[in-house]
Nanobody, 124 residues
Framework: QVQLVESGGGFVQAGGSLRLSCAPS????????MGWFRQAPGKEREFVAG????????RYADAVKGRFTISRDTAKNTVYLQMNSLKPEDTGVYYC?????????????????WGQGTQVTVSA
């Protein structure tokens, strides 16, 4: 099982930007499909963005389309989530996830490895 470590969370005002990073710990995941999920207090964990391991196709939740960008740097073996025009409703714990296959997925059950999460707080 791949181990993932997220970083880059923090406190930001509405309209600001943050860039989250997800790096493997002890294992490469260049061929794995990756995803970002988030969970707000009292809410279910939800899909935010995903990227495939072959075609580098991307997919986004409607709530973040046009504002967030998921990407991967194969040289650094790192996945990023660039978050622009942040809104208070973007607040939550953001989790990086990886699955065994390369195909893009959006369901929690499709991902077998998860990071510890990084807090993102957006003030009005």
């Amino acid at each position: 099982q791949v181990q993932l470590v997220e970083s880059g969370g923090g406190f930001v005002q509405a309209g600001g930007s943050l860039r989250l990073s997800c790096a493997p710990s002890g294992r490469t995941f260049s061929s794995n499909a990756m995803g970002w999920f988030r969970q707000a207090p009292g809410k279910e964990r939800e899909f935010v963005a995903g990227i495939s391991g072959i075609y580098f196709s991307t997919r986004y939740a409607d709530a973040v389309k046009g504002r967030f960008t998921i990407s991967r740097d194969t040289a650094k073996n790192t996945v990023y989530l660039q978050m622009n025009s942040l809104k208070p409703e973007d607040t939550g714990v953001y989790y990086c996830a990886a699955r065994t296959g390369s195909g893009l997925r959006t369901e929690i059950a499709d991902f077998g490895s998860w990071g510890q999460g990084t807090q993102v707080t957006v003030s009005a």
